[in-house]
């Protein structure tokens, strides 16, 4: 096997491990699998063509920003009111906004895709040992290090964060002693909208076009990894999306020709077979409402 | 005996307060000889018999389920393949696999062919439903959105026997008004009578209390396993009935998108009632079908407007606001006779 397919798989795994994080962190929170996530990442993409001619900085900071006030205006307007009904309904809710975000990037945008114009720089390659690794490989692999270690210290070391970690074990009760729920469900939002700026910046830098319907795929990728790697467990959920990008990845190289074209089958196959065999997924968290 | 009459009293009051009145609008419909509007009410019914489809499960069982779409692309193409004549047969799939040859030496007529692909859709849900319905929650959503998945890879891949993203083509187009009007009088009758007998009873009773339901002797795999198979199969009515309607399809035509649509009808009229299912297939049909008719000529003093992708946007607004307005749903779940019997000052009899 050409070792090759490992290194673009960990950079695809990597990629996919933060698109999961995002929603797996508000799924902890509140119990709300956010289908709106994917149009997060898409309206990040629009940023990034607005953007395009700005420094790097400016063009980083300024879809950061998009990215949360959307995501905030999400949880104030869609998801506040809807917090204490049924998970199927708080589903349904995120479904339509997601509709309504995407048909709204349709109308904004026109019904074609628009051309993004490639990051020359992030296309320069290198090679190790014979391995041909790009920079956009690498930069993902750093970025989701540095995310994967800023989440960590973030959710244990300062106040808000140890809140969040509280209201993941228990909502009730962490409002009980005196934990603000808006304040750490807000939070929440900022994080998975800053998450999901930084996914829109990596997984755009590889793009030709952005299109209204660029996040339909991403949000299938992170609820799946979300749920195999283990419902309301940080570490679980990074677990279900990196899988998820290396077995894809691995199966598009391995599986003999004629059957390429299934690999999505076998994938998903394979996540059935998971859930079969750990229903709570890889790491199921302690007293995590399903 | 006594039970047995009031739950036969309660089945037809159930089905009957549901039935007539679409069977009157639907009459009503028919003569006003309007090509366009019977077209968006044929459209409408066939919808309602997948709405309908799902409810039987997750309704019912109060387990989410993405899977039922899958069951409809199923039954729609496997009816296409036994009903479209056989002398079509060797042009459209040339590359047809050798064991599937036997499907070019028959056609069977329309009415046939949906029953059989029906009755093929539901041992497919048996076999996938075994080891399916074992799973709750999210887990249960992630599973059956996977098989769709599944289903959609291998419908658009397998070139030779669904001819993939070239569309289904030379389907016999023969899905009317009456039919998809005879098809939701049946399954109002048969969802009204599951729910309101011994075995969709217990399904029910797993729903409201898990541990309550074990602890009496009721096994909820079993309980669920009768429910999947028969939404599925009510699904496959649906898929079908709707492949004989549109004539040209292909696995986009029932995307996770229309999966949505179909779970978003149920929960917009009230998830856990056959009357929320019913209402929410009404309300947002009759939406959507205003929406489109303002952008495609205007009504009255609103004009014409002209953008792609609005009709869509309003509709998903207004799905939102009426969420936030009744997060359980325009019906908030109750059955029709609840309401009837209120007045009758016979408090939550038929309520489920």
Known sequence: ?290 | MKSSVSTWSRWAWLAGLLAVPIIIVTFLISLTNDVSLIQRCTTALILMVMVIGLHVFSGNSGVVSFGSVAFAMIAAFTSALITIPAEKKPSLFPDMPNFLNWLWSFTVPVPLGILISVAFTAVIALLVGIPLVRLSGLAAGIGTLAFLVVVQVIVTKWKAVTRGESTMVGVPKETTLWWALGAVVLVIAIAALYQVTRRGRRLIATREDDKAAMSIGISIPIERLWGWVASCSIAGLGGALYGHYIATFSAQTFSIALTFFIIAMLVIGGLGSLTGAVVGVIVVQVLAELLRTVETQGIGPVPQIDAPGLTEMVLALILLLVLIARPAGITGGREITSWVRRRKGNVAQGAT
């Open chain 1, 1 to 290: 096997m050409n070792p090759q397919y490992i290194v673009d798989a960990i950079g695809t795994g990597a990629l996919y491990s933060l698109m999961t994080l995002g929603l797996a962190l508000v799924f902890s929170v509140m119990g709300l699998m956010n289908f709106a996530y994917g149009q997060l990442v898409m309206i990040g993409g629009f940023s990034i063509i607005l953007l395009r001619s700005q420094p790097w900085w400016l063009l980083i900071l300024g879809t950061i920003l998009v990215v949360v006030f959307f995501s905030l205006l999400m949880e104030r307007l869609a998801f506040r009111p809807v917090r204490n009904a049924t998970a199927m309904t708080m589903l349904v809710t995120s479904f339509a906004l997601a509709q309504f975000l995407q048909q709204l990037a349709r109308v904004a945008f026109g019904a074609n895709p628009k051309p993004l114009e490639q990051f020359s720089e992030l296309s320069v390659q290198y090679e190790f040992a014979g391995l041909i690794v790009s920079r956009q490989i690498i930069l993902t692999l750093v970025t989701t290090i540095l995310v994967l270690i800023g989440l960590a210290l973030l959710l244990r070391k300062t106040n808000i964060g140890i809140q969040l970690r509280a209201s993941t074990e228990d909502v009730g009760m962490a409002a009980l002693v005196g934990i603000k729920s808006n304040r750490v469900i807000a939070a929440a939002f900022v994080i998975s909208g800053t998450i999901a700026a930084i996914v829109a910046i990596l997984f755009f830098a590889t793009r030709t076009n952005v299109s209204w319907s660029s996040g339909d795929s991403i949000v299938l990728i992170a609820f799946v990894g979300a749920v195999i790697g283990g419902l309301g467990s940080m570490v679980g959920a990074a677990l279900g999306g990196f899988l998820m990008g290396f077995v894809y990845t691995m199966l598009n190289a391995l599986l003999p020709m004629e059957l390429r074209v299934f690999a999505d089958a076998f994938l998903y196959t394979l996540v059935i077979m998971v859930l079969l065999i750990r229903p709570g997924g890889l790491i199921a968290a302690k007293g995590v409402r399903v």
